[in-house]
């Protein structure tokens, strides 16, 4: 079957540096995608990874190993409104989306 | 202003009593679906568009259906809505193809339902 994981919970202090992970194992692979959630409101799009290496958008970061099935999202000089949910996503060969449950991000002061 | 627009926001019914969720997006985008997320299980995908007249069903269509109609108008229905149906969601919207390759979802700003 398909599958998406990623920490369910992740706590951190403002100003440092946290790299949240996700693995996959899906049909395919046509690009993974980052999404920021913040509670109750609607998924926004951060970035998308197609080909191995590094993507930066100013403090977010998002790496791809398509051999390893894994990829993170560094988010650097965090502030308090990054406090959110970072949802992992999958396009498989189909051109479908696997979502992971996403990864709940705490900052603290 | 692009958007992804649902209707209602909040709802509270009882069981049997259909209800239907309106979704209308002014972008043009080919690709509509609807998500419900639940607390521990992330995003599930219920239905999805290709185009107009052009429907399949996702991981979790029970007890609901869709329409395309027109290409800006996705509605989801619940003909007789159940308490397992309470959830919180959302319609996307992308176009089909992308100069990026990057199909970006637009999402509503959600639907709260809760079946009584």
């Known amino acids: 079957g398909q599958n998406i994981d990623q920490p369910t919970e992740m706590t951190a202090t403002e100003g440092a540096i946290v790299q949240i992970n996700c693995t996959y194992q899906?049909?395919?692979?046509?690009?993974l995608f980052w999404y920021q959630q913040h509670a109750g409101e609607a998924p926004t799009f951060l970035s998308y990874?197609?080909l191995d290496g590094l993507e930066e958008k100013g403090r977010f970061s998002s790496f791809l190993s398509r051999s390893k099935g894994y990829s993170y999202l560094l988010l650097k000089e965090l502030q308090m409104k990054d406090s959110a949910s970072y949802l992992c996503a999958v396009m498989d060969s189909n051109y479908q989306l696997i979502w992971g449950a996403g990864t709940k991000l705490i900052i603290k002061p | 202003e692009a958007q992804v627009t649902q209707n209602p926001r909040y709802l509270i019914t009882v069981t049997g009593k259909k209800l239907t969720v309106t979704c209308s997006q002014n972008?043009?985008?080919?690709?509509m679906s609807w998500y419900r997320q639940d607390p521990g299980l992330g995003l599930r995908q219920i239905y999805y568009s290709m185009n107009v007249e052009v429907t399949d069903k996702g991981d979790v269509p029970e007890g609901y259906k869709v329409s395309r109609k027109e290409k800006r108008n996705f509605p989801l229905i619940l003909e007789s809505p159940s308490p397992n149906q309470t959830s919180l969601y959302f319609c996307?919207?992308?176009?089909?193809?992308?100069?990026?390759?990057?199909?970006?979802?637009?999402f509503g700003a959600g639907s709260r339902l809760t079946v009584l």
């Open positions: 899906t049909s395919g692979f046509n690009g």
């Open positions: 972008m043009n985008h080919e690709y």
């Open positions: 990874n197609v």
């Open positions: 996307a919207s992308s176009p089909i193809t992308s100069s990026s390759g990057a199909n970006v979802l637009t």
